[in-house]
């Protein structure tokens, strides 16, 4: 069955650490891929999204995330992070197959001050 | 433009009863999903509808169900409630079916006793 998975739920770092959360899909044919964010008390919103083009892309707030095909993963990064970086934060995936998202579990960030 | 709305905001219902909830996605989208969200079980979709015609509906049991109307405005039904359906329902809405970039609602939270 087609699945994406996160592979931390949480994660806890200090200020300034740097940031990678793994995203993985089980599917070989072509995708779309997200990084969607949902900070405490706010609605879900888009990080930034790969259709296609330059596997490395950028999104808000000094995300990006990379697209490595032959490893079916789309990891986040962030150089530093800050304290407002809290959040849960979801990958998703459409495969070619259907018009569905198909959603990871989620990893909760926790940034000490 | 004015986001994706959803009312109400919250609701607190007893076992055995019915709710709708109703979403309004942003003008011109005409891709609806409903997703739900819990602590244990992170977003679980639901169903999409685009044009009034549902597209993609995921695990939920038929207790569950939903329209759209020729507005795009949507509403999901859940029937015979039990303790588990207790939830942060989100809806999100699309220009296009949901392979692409989704705006997400603040959600309905619904508290069965």
């Known amino acids: 069955a087609q699945s994406v998975s996160q592979h931390n739920h949480h994660v806890i770092l200090s200020e300034a650490a740097s940031l990678e959360l793994g995203c993985n899909y089980s599917y070989g044919g072509t995708v779309n891929l997200f990084w969607y964010v949902q900070y405490p008390g706010q609605h879900l919103q888009l990080l930034l999204k790969?259709?296609?083009?330059d596997p490395l892309v950028k999104g808000i707030k000094g995300f990006e995330a990379e697209f490595i095909k032959s490893k079916f993963s789309f990891n986040l990064r962030k150089p530093s992070v800050q304290w407002s970086d809290t959040a849960e934060y979801f990958c998703?995936?459409?495969?070619?197959?259907?018009?569905?998202?198909?959603w990871g579990a989620g990893t909760k960030l926790i940034i000490k001050p | 433009k004015a986001g994706v709305t959803q009312t109400p905001r919250y609701l607190i219902k007893t076992r055995g009863q019915q709710v709708t909830l109703s979403c309004s996605p942003i003008?011109?989208?005409?891709?609806v999903s409903w997703y739900q969200q819990t602590p244990g079980q992170g977003l679980q979709f639901l169903f999409e509808y685009f044009s009034e015609t549902q597209r993609n509906k995921g695990n939920f049991p038929g207790r569950f169900s939903g329209r759209q109307f020729s507005n795009s405005r949507s509403e999901m039904n859940v029937s015979t409630l039990e303790l588990g359906d207790s939830a942060l329902y989100l809806c999100a809405s699309s220009l296009s079916l949901a392979g692409y970039e989704q705006y997400f609602g603040p959600g309905t939270r619904l508290t069965v006793t």
């Open positions: 790969y259709f296609s083009g």
């Open positions: 003008s011109g989208h005409r891709s």
């Open positions: 998703a995936v459409k495969m070619d197959s259907n018009y569905q998202l198909i």
